[in-house]
């Protein structure tokens, strides 16, 4: 088999180098992917985080053969959509994006949550971002509008 | 593809494995971090047979690469199973992570690992020449070793059914509450009629192996629950002289003094 076929923000993409490569390193150097941030490569931070059919995964802990025939979406595609544009406001609304390095695995990660559980409660949203990192500890903020996204959102997810 | 191989059925994985050097890769989320040189991996995240929960009449089984996160929306996976595994890491390492790599990796922290201890967890491991299965205790050596021969896969975890439907035990310490490695965790389950123990398993990280002491076990066998409860500190001191704990985040003697304390607590709560 030549190549390693997927689908990258709803384009189909191969790529021709080394299925051992790290999915956080082919995104942002080879596809220009820059909202996937790389923070500590060792599956601690969640700043890379990418839905792999649907599903959070961190992109540092991927290596490339394993996205074969898989659909992979980052912020860069993600923001094209009405849920996006939902969260974007009440992440705005309540100024919960500070330095805003860990925001696109934030918002990844509460499309993850709200696209299985439309309707979470606040322990629910904890448990979905336990896995991403804020270091300006503005985790309450981060919180709130992921709630208020669901609410204002009803229907989207 | 290039330093990959990516089949789609167990005999083709494991015929490759027969003449390749390859490192099996289910997850990733434990080989990308060691991010080895020039690593050649063989992918067997996207086999069918490796990704069911089953089950037959002895046992839950399952696939190497299921991810933690399909076991716990799994109704056959046991309660002591899915409370351990509830607790790894976060949400994007459980949607990725699998019981064959936590098993395959012979970390001495692995959490379904020591579940799989406590309930007597059995590994089918799979070769182009045949097949075997063989208890955890055998498969486990210490930390970074196992038992598992160059051309073998691991293929299915086997879980007893009459282990999992038993009351159970589990506590994890760690530094924080998510992405926390266990600096010790315990597990236990155990069977009681008539307030006298009739089975019992007792297992614990943070001895840098995993182990049972089934013939300290054995004793405690046709006691009184009450009478283990009331002298909690002896029956306790029978494993724990057996014991040996390694210093790392924390000292041996923080873990020892842990350790005893859930042993406490795990007598305690038997009903």
């Given at each position: 088999m030549n190549g390693i076929h997927f689908r990258l923000n709803g384009k189909d993409t191969c790529y021709d180098g080394s299925a051992a490569d790290r999915l956080l390193d082919v995104l942002r150097d080879t596809y220009d992917m820059k909202s996937v941030k790389c923070g500590c490569k060792e599956g601690e931070c969640g700043a890379c985080a990418v839905l792999i059919d649907g599903v959070l995964v961190n992109s540092c802990c991927v290596a490339m053969g394993a996205v074969d025939a898989h659909e992979i979406v980052t912020v860069e595609g993600y923001r094209e959509t009405a849920r996006f544009a939902a969260l974007s406001k009440a992440f705005a609304d309540l100024s919960a994006?500070?330095?805003?390095?860990?925001i696109p695995g934030m918002i990844l990660a509460a499309e993850a949550l709200l696209s299985k559980n439309a309707h979470p409660t606040e322990e629910e949203v904890r448990t979905a971002l336990s896995g991403n990192i804020c270091r300006c500890t503005g985790y309450n903020a981060i919180v709130n509008a992921v709630l208020n996204a669901a609410k204002e959102g009803d229907g989207l997810w | 593809m290039v330093n990959g191989y990516k089949p789609t059925t167990l005999q083709e994985a494991v015929e490759i494995k027969s003449r390749v050097s390859v490192t099996p890769y289910a997850g990733g989320t434990d080989l990308m971090v060691r991010n080895i040189p020039d690593a050649v991996y063989l992918f067997l995240n996207d086999i069918d047979e490796l990704r069911q929960i089953t089950q037959d009449d002895a046992y839950i089984r399952i696939g190497a690469a299921v991810t933690f996160t399909q076991a716990l929306d799994s109704d056959l996976v046991p309660p002591l199973m899915k409370e351990a595994i509830s607790r790894i890491a976060a949400p994007a390492i459980r949607n990725a992570g699998t019981f064959g790599g936590n098993l395959g990796n012979a970390s001495d922290k692995a959490d379904s690992v020591l579940a799989g201890f406590a309930l007597d967890g059995r590994v089918r491991l799979v070769s182009a020449k045949g097949e075997r299965v063989i208890p955890f205790d055998d498969f486990c050596v210490r930390r970074g070793v196992t038992n598992i021969a160059d051309d073998e896969l691991i293929a299915e975890i086997l879980l007893p059914k009459e282990k999992c439907a038993l009351p159970y035990y589990y506590k994890k310490i760690g530094g924080r509450s998510a992405l926390a490695i266990s600096r010790v965790a315990f597990a236990g389950a155990y069977e009681v009629h008539n307030g006298v123990i009739q089975a019992i398993s007792a297992t614990v990280i943070g001895e840098g192996k995993f182990t049972r002491y089934r013939e300290v076990e054995a004793t405690l066998i046709g006691k009184s629950v009450d009478e283990v409860s009331a002298n909690a500190d002896a029956y306790a001191e029978r494993f724990i002289e057996k014991m040996t704990f390694t210093r790392g985040r924390v000292s041996a003697e923080y873990r020892k003094t842990v350790v005893t304390n859930l042993f406490k607590d795990y007598f305690a709560s038997m009903k």
């Amino acid at each position: 088999m030549n190549g390693i076929h997927f689908r990258l923000n709803g384009k189909d993409t191969c790529y021709d180098g080394s299925a051992a490569d790290r999915l956080l390193d082919v995104l942002r150097d080879t596809y220009d992917m820059k909202s996937v941030k790389c923070g500590c490569k060792e599956g601690e931070c969640g700043a890379c985080a990418v839905l792999i059919d649907g599903v959070l995964v961190n992109s540092c802990c991927v290596a490339m053969g394993a996205v074969d025939a898989h659909e992979i979406v980052t912020v860069e595609g993600y923001r094209e959509t009405a849920r996006f544009a939902a969260l974007s406001k009440a992440f705005a609304d309540l100024s919960a994006v500070q330095c805003g390095f860990c925001i696109p695995g934030m918002i990844l990660a509460a499309e993850a949550l709200l696209s299985k559980n439309a309707h979470p409660t606040e322990e629910e949203v904890r448990t979905a971002l336990s896995g991403n990192i804020c270091r300006c500890t503005g985790y309450n903020a981060i919180v709130n509008a992921v709630l208020n996204a669901a609410k204002e959102g009803d229907g989207l997810w | 593809m290039v330093n990959g191989y990516k089949p789609t059925t167990l005999q083709e994985a494991v015929e490759i494995k027969s003449r390749v050097s390859v490192t099996p890769y289910a997850g990733g989320t434990d080989l990308m971090v060691r991010n080895i040189p020039d690593a050649v991996y063989l992918f067997l995240n996207d086999i069918d047979e490796l990704r069911q929960i089953t089950q037959d009449d002895a046992y839950i089984r399952i696939g190497a690469a299921v991810t933690f996160t399909q076991a716990l929306d799994s109704d056959l996976v046991p309660p002591l199973m899915k409370e351990a595994i509830s607790r790894i890491a976060a949400p994007a390492i459980r949607n990725a992570g699998t019981f064959g790599g936590n098993l395959g990796n012979a970390s001495d922290k692995a959490d379904s690992v020591l579940a799989g201890f406590a309930l007597d967890g059995r590994v089918r491991l799979v070769s182009a020449k045949g097949e075997r299965v063989i208890p955890f205790d055998d498969f486990c050596v210490r930390r970074g070793v196992t038992n598992i021969a160059d051309d073998e896969l691991i293929a299915e975890i086997l879980l007893p059914k009459e282990k999992c439907a038993l009351p159970y035990y589990y506590k994890k310490i760690g530094g924080r509450s998510a992405l926390a490695i266990s600096r010790v965790a315990f597990a236990g389950a155990y069977e009681v009629h008539n307030g006298v123990i009739q089975a019992i398993s007792a297992t614990v990280i943070g001895e840098g192996k995993f182990t049972r002491y089934r013939e300290v076990e054995a004793t405690l066998i046709g006691k009184s629950v009450d009478e283990v409860s009331a002298n909690a500190d002896a029956y306790a001191e029978r494993f724990i002289e057996k014991m040996t704990f390694t210093r790392g985040r924390v000292s041996a003697e923080y873990r020892k003094t842990v350790v005893t304390n859930l042993f406490k607590d795990y007598f305690a709560s038997m009903k």
